[in-house]
């Protein structure tokens, strides 16, 4: 029962952390500490572009593009970001197919936190122990989200390689660092930030849950006793 409230309630909360810290502030912030104001684009059919020469968005800007790109993923939009400027797309072809996969990814993200949240009712509505039976749940899922997040910390590279190839074992999440609009907007320090904020949320609410679910049961015990 542990385990399975565990899970359950790793993946909603999860999904849910995810799609409220990709919103636009948490890009703002992490793209405003870490300057991707310079970070040159190569958009498709600009004649920039064709010049070997690059376009460079101020944080403003960037913010649009991602939200206008979220609203694609999570299925609120029909069509990817176009180049402000030119109104021409701002991804290629491959990178259209990628957030393709990543829209249908979230799609089943949603559907599991939603199975996922049935389930932690259900099972909270069975057990007798319900303030224990939390604590300790709590405490499973904070102790695997906060090793996978060391490990995210401690070895991001090869950690965001495997996610990718878990979720679009296809392979076209690849591109050229030099060329690629996706990878201008998304540079590593944003998914560096974004993973980090995540887990930290998640483990500051676990552990509030598990300090809750502690003192309840402690206090269950209290009165069965008197």
Known sequence: MRVALALAGTVALLVALAIVLAGPDTYAEIATADRFEEIPFRVPGNVAVERRQSVRYDVATRVALHS???RYVLGIDGGT???PTTRDPLFDARE?????DVRSVFTGARV???VGLILVVAIL???RRRARLIRDAALIALGSVTVIGLIAAFAFEPAFLAF???FFPQGNFLFDPETSALLALYPD???YGVTLR???AFVMTMAAVALIGHVSDRGSAIVTRR
């Not at 259209?96 to 393709?100: E, I």
């Open 125 to 127: 509505a069975r057990a």
């Open 164 to 166: 990718h190839l878990v």
């Open 198 to 200: 995540i887990a930290g």
């Open 96 to 100: 259209q197919g990628h957030l393709a």
């Open 112 to 114: 599991a936190a939603v």
């Open 68 to 70: 206008w790109t979220m």
């Open 189 to 191: 320090p944003y998914w």
């Open 81 to 83: 970001p176009r180049d």
